[in-house]
Every structure is written in C-alpha cells, then in structure tokens.
C-alpha cells in the first residue's frame, strides 16, 4: 500500500465533499435540521457528503469497513477500517458561523495510518500518513514551542448532552482563565486538533468526544511533533472520549493540570 498516494485520494475527496457543503451552506433553514439528542444536529448534508465519502473511498480501498458518524455504512473491515465525520460542527454550520470541517482517518487493525482534515471555510487541508511530516496544503508544518502552560493558549470544547464533570470541567476554565493566554472554543474538535498541530493553538482538552471528532485530527498532531493522551495520560483517547492534545514542552505541565481536575 502506498500510502502516500492513498493520502493524496482521500485530500481529493475530502476538498470535494467539502465542495459540496460549501455550496449547500445557504439552503439550510430550521425546517430540515434534524435532532439526534439534546443540542445535536444532523441535516441532510451531513448524510449527502457521508455517503459521497464512504462511497469514494469504497473505490480507491475495497476491503475497508467504515466508522461513521451517521452510520451510512456498517460494513466492518478485518484489517482496516476508516473513520469518518462528515461535518464536523454542524452546529456552526447551520448558524452559518466557523469552522466547520471533514474529517477522514485510515485504522490498520488498531492503528491510525492516515488522516486527513479539511477545513472548509478557509480552504485548508491538514494530512499526514504514517511516515510522514504533517501538512497544510503542501506546507510543512509543527506544533509550538511554548514552554510554559502560562504563555500558551488553549482550546476546549463544549459538551452537548454529558453534563457529569461540568464542575471539575469549570475548574480547569476558572483555572486557564488565570494562568494561560486564553481559552477558545471554536466548536470543532477536528479542526482544534488541527490548529495545535499548526501552532495556531499550543494545546486542546475536551471530553464526550467520539473516535470520528478525534481520529484524524489527533494523528495529524503527533506526526506534527505533539503528544496526544486521555486524561489519564494514557492511549485510550480514540474511543475513551476525552483527549489531550499539545507540544511536547508543555504536555507534562498541561497534563498534570487536566489530572487534578478531572480525573478524580
């Protein structure tokens, strides 16, 4: 498998798709907005461009499954398996605000090889293959070099349904509030994680994730030079929904402070 050429595919099918919920942005109106849970959202361009993707990438790898979002597709691959959100930040994307973004990411057996994350307000595409730098449309890129928690700034995001650690959650905003650059909270986990990966942010935090808002966009990070965990510190951050996301300089500070508040 060459997996180079395999990143370029799926980049090409990635900016198409975006393509196509770029133009569909103006005929989203309240009457075809759909709820799946409390403050969750799905339209029929998020399913439209699920299905284009599943069935683009079912030509170009035959024997994959897929792990989607929307669950247009539930065949299950014996070695690999793509991981899949369509739009992510449906919510922006019906308030017309950004970012918003497709996220793709190839798994061998348990393993993230591939990922691909294109943010379609700006016409930006983050990737990276096993072996590989991380990209931005064809530009080399890196995570910061802060070294201190209080010189960085830092994203999170929001839960929408799972509301259990809110409180040790406002901590560690009361808490970045005082002691950092700032916080933002951009409402795409996949382009958070891409933006740390970028140096745009030097770290991110956000639990009741699923594997489609982080496989990608946490891969692009670690080949960008990061370090990506749960909240324990561990590996577990792909389907245990809560992830870490930083530069190598500050990870151990960051980590130590997501540790007090949340994994009590």
């Known amino acids: 498998m060459n997996l180079k050429d395999l990143t370029q595919q799926t980049r090409e099918i990635a900016v198409t798709v975006g393509d196509f919920i770029r133009e569909q942005k103006n005929n989203i109106s309240p009457t075809i907005i759909e709820k799946k849970g409390i403050h969750d ?3 029929y361009v998020d399913k439209t461009a699920e299905k284009k993707i599943v069935e683009d990438l079912s030509k170009i790898l035959p024997e994959a499954g897929f792990i989607t979002e929307e669950k247009t597709s539930t065949k299950k691959g014996d070695i690999y398996n793509w991981i899949i959100d369509p739009l992510d930040g449906t919510t922006n994307y019906i308030h017309k ?6 996220s793709i990411a190839l798994m061998e057996k348990d393993e993230i090889i591939l990922g ?3 943010e379609i307000s700006l016409d930006e595409c983050f990737y990276a293959y ?8 064809d530009e080399e890129i890196s995570v910061t070099k802060s070294k201190k928690v209080d010189d960085s700034l830092i994203a999170t995001g929001f839960p929408y349904y799972d509301y259990d650690k809110m409180e040790p959650f ?5 808490f970045f509030m005082k002691n950092s650059h700032g916080l933002r909270r951009l409402g795409s986990a996949a382009t958070d994680l891409v933006y740390v990966a970028c140096g745009r942010f030097d770290a991110f935090y956000e639990y009741s994730l699923h594997a489609w808002d982080v496989a990608a966009g946490a891969f692009i990070v670690k080949q960008a030079g990061g370090k990506v965990c ?3 510190g561990e590996d577990n951050y792909l389907f245990g929904k809560e992830i870490i996301a930083s530069n190598i300089l500050i990870y151990n ?3 130590s402070i997501i540790k007090k508040y949340m994994s009590k």
């Open 97 to 102: 605000l950004s970012p918003f973004a497709v």
């Open 41 to 43: 959202f799905v339209t």
């Open 116 to 118: 691909v994350v294109y």
């Open 253 to 255: 500070e960051f980590l």
């Open 230 to 232: 749960d909240f324990n």
């Open 130 to 137: 096993k072996g590989s730098k991380a990209f931005l449309n």
């Open 170 to 174: 406002m901590q560690t905003l009361d």
